[in-house]
């Protein structure tokens, strides 16, 4: 007997990666939690006879010689779990996109940073040459889309696009997965949303805008989608919502829509699991109350924001001036032979201005190129201090609308940093 198995609050990633997993294990069949989110539970009451699916296990646990563990890699995550432990004689594979180390006996994983887990199982599909069916294909589909926000999550990779293709071109019907992606929000949803409208406050932390709420619970809610519907009309660059149920425990959802923000970084002192972009963790109520939770939450907040690549690293050293008498033509042949696009005026301890090649673009009269620089240079000067994170200088530049920043050390200008710099950091060409 093998079995594949997922995660409990089932989604469809969940619900592709074990389907996906039986035509890699032939025989298999996958074992669906009763407990999956509302619009997975939609979709399988019209689909579930299209697959092999079971909703629990029929047999001893002396009996499985097979567990493939899809989408999740700890025991609490599993409905079965009490079950699983017992199968001591079974092979146990893991198909995860989920970084954190698991605490289940793994004899082979395939476990990669990809959007969804159903794309690593449809790579080895695709090279074992296995045919899938159209609704196979829409299956998959909406666990891609899903996991990835339709392609849009920075945790996507181009591999899940190719594969989004793929899976198109094997029949996936996209009105489908459209349907079944925008559910309706139920009464009790739409009173949680209402209260997060009123009690989630912003803060401003490391340049970036932080929602954090609290809210208590009376009853059972589908609160994932409530989270991705608040983030998506908050003008926040990251939410962390802390919900709080009768029994005192929480449950604590984050969602970024920034790189540099990773709300499982940000989760992982309560031992977090999840991606970088979207994340969630239970928490005991030993752990103090809900105002403690989100104090934790800003202070990891704050610990994570000061974290990243520092202006030293990227900024050109040593930096070259030149004196406020310097002709405008010098200036221009200096840029031009050095293929730099500004240049400071004055020494590194006596910083005047900086001329920039825009400047030299406004130059109409022969005269001017004869003018010293210092007729044409910017006197205020915006700078920045060799320590300071590169995201700060990135800030900078889009506040002030400016290209080039100075970098000091103390009172001495050290190097400069350009936007050309952050931008060869942000597509990974340092």
């Known amino acids: 007997m093998q079995i594949t198995v997922t995660h409990k609050s089932t989604d469809f990633d969940g619900l592709?990666?074990?389907v996906a997993a039986t035509l890699l294990y032939p025989g298999a069949v996958a074992i669906c939690p009763r407990n999956v989110n509302k619009n997975v539970q939609t979709f399988l009451s019209l689909h579930k006879t299209?697959?092999?699916?079971?909703?629990?296990?029929?047999?001893?646990?002396?009996?499985?010689?097979r567990v493939v563990v899809c989408d999740c890699n700890q025991w609490q995550q599993l409905e079965n779990a009490d079950f699983l432990q017992q199968c001591k004689e079974a092979e146990f594979i893991l198909w995860d996109h989920h970084q954190q180390a698991t605490d289940m006996p793994i004899q082979r994983q395939y476990v990669e940073q990809t959007g969804a887990t159903v794309t690593l199982l449809l790579r080895h599909i695709q090279e074992k040459g296995i045919a899938i069916t159209p609704s196979q294909a829409t299956l998959f589909l909406l666990g891609l889309y899903e996991d990835t926000g339709q392609l849009t999550f920075s945790?996507?990779?181009?591999?899940?696009?190719?594969?989004?293709?793929?899976?198109?071109?094997?029949?996936?019907?996209?009105e489908i997965v459209v349907n079944f992606l925008h559910v309706a929000y139920n009464d009790m949803q739409k009173k949680v949303l209402y209260r997060l409208m009123r009690s989630a406050r912003q803060y401003q932390i490391g340049g970036k805008i932080i929602s954090v709420g609290v809210v208590r619970l009376d009853q059972h809610v589908k609160l994932a989608a409530v989270v991705q519907l608040y983030a998506s009309i908050v003008d926040a660059d990251a939410v962390f919502i802390?919900?709080?149920?009768?029994?005192?425990?929480?449950?604590?959802?984050?969602?970024?829509?920034?790189?540099?923000?990773?709300?499982?970084?940000?989760?992982?002192?309560?031992?977090?699991?999840?991606?970088?972009?979207?994340?969630?963790?239970?928490?005991?109520?030993?752990?103090?109350?809900?105002?403690?939770?989100?104090?934790?939450?800003?202070?990891?907040?704050?610990t994570v924001a000061a974290q990243g690549p520092l202006v030293a690293e990227l900024m050109s050293s040593p930096v070259?001036?030149?004196?406020?008498?310097?002709?405008?033509?010098?200036?221009?042949?200096?840029?031009h032979d050095q293929q730099i696009r500004g240049l400071l005026v004055g020494n590194s301890s006596d910083l005047q201005g900086i001329v920039v090649l825009w400047d030299l673009k406004k130059l109409t009269l022969r005269k001017q190129w004869d003018s010293p620089v210092k007729a044409f240079m910017r006197r205020?000067?915006?700078?920045?201090?060799?320590?300071?994170?590169?995201?700060?200088?990135?800030?900078?530049?889009?506040?002030?609308?400016?290209?080039?920043?100075?970098?000091t050390s103390?009172?001495?200008?050290?190097?400069?940093?350009?936007?050309?710099?952050i931008l060869r950091y942000l597509y990974g060409m340092v």
């Open 50 to 65: 299209a697959y092999n699916l079971a909703l629990e296990v029929s047999v001893q646990p002396g009996e499985v010689s």
């Open 380 to 407: 205020s000067v915006m700078t920045i201090g060799a320590d300071a994170l590169v995201r700060e200088a990135a800030q900078l530049m889009v506040q002030k609308d400016i290209g080039h920043l100075p970098v």
């Open 242 to 302: 802390v919900f709080e149920n009768s029994q005192g425990d929480y449950f604590v959802i984050g969602r970024s829509r920034l790189d540099e923000i990773d709300v499982r970084a940000v989760l992982s002192p309560f031992g977090c699991g999840g991606h970088a972009g979207a994340a969630a963790v239970t928490i005991k109520k030993e752990k103090g109350s809900a105002t403690d939770i989100r104090d934790m939450i800003l202070a990891s907040l704050h």
């Open 410 to 421: 103390g009172k001495e200008v050290v190097g400069i940093i350009t936007r050309t710099d």
């Open 320 to 335: 070259m001036t030149v004196p406020p008498e310097t002709p405008m033509h010098e200036v221009r042949d200096i840029m």
């Open 16 to 18: 592709s990666s074990i």
């Open 155 to 174: 945790g996507t990779t181009p591999e899940d696009i190719r594969t989004a293709a793929y899976l198109v071109e094997q029949g996936g019907d996209l």
